[in-house]
C-alpha cells in the first residue's frame, strides 16, 4: 500500500510524527523512563500504530539506537 493512502494519526504529518518521537525519546531517555509504549501513549496511538506510520521506515528501535549514539557522542566530546 502508498503511504500516502495510509492513515496517519489526526494532527500529525509524517515529518512531524518523526520529529515528535525523536523529541519525545530524547526526554524520555533523561528520565530514564522510555519505553516504546510510553512514546506511542504520549502521541495517543498504540506502538504497532507509532512503528507504522513513522517516517522513512524508521521504527523506534532505530531511532533509539539514533539517538542514545548521538547522546554518547555529545557526553563524550564534553569529557575532552
Known amino acids: 500500500m502508498d503511504r500516502s493512502a495510509r492513515k496517519i494519526p489526526l494532527g500529525h504529518t509524517w515529518a512531524d510524527l518523526s520529529a515528535k518521537a525523536n523529541a519525545l525519546i530524547t526526554e524520555l531517555l533523561s528520565s530514564g523512563a522510555c519505553t516504546e509504549s510510553k512514546v506511542a501513549e504520549q502521541l495517543s ?33 564534553s569529557q575532552a
Open 45 to 77: 496511538m498504540n506502538r504497532r500504530t507509532l512503528n507504522r506510520n513513522l517516517a522513512n521506515g524508521s521504527t523506534y528501535s532505530e531511532i533509539l539506537t539514533c539517538i542514545r549514539l548521538r547522546m554518547l557522542r555529545e557526553w563524550y566530546s
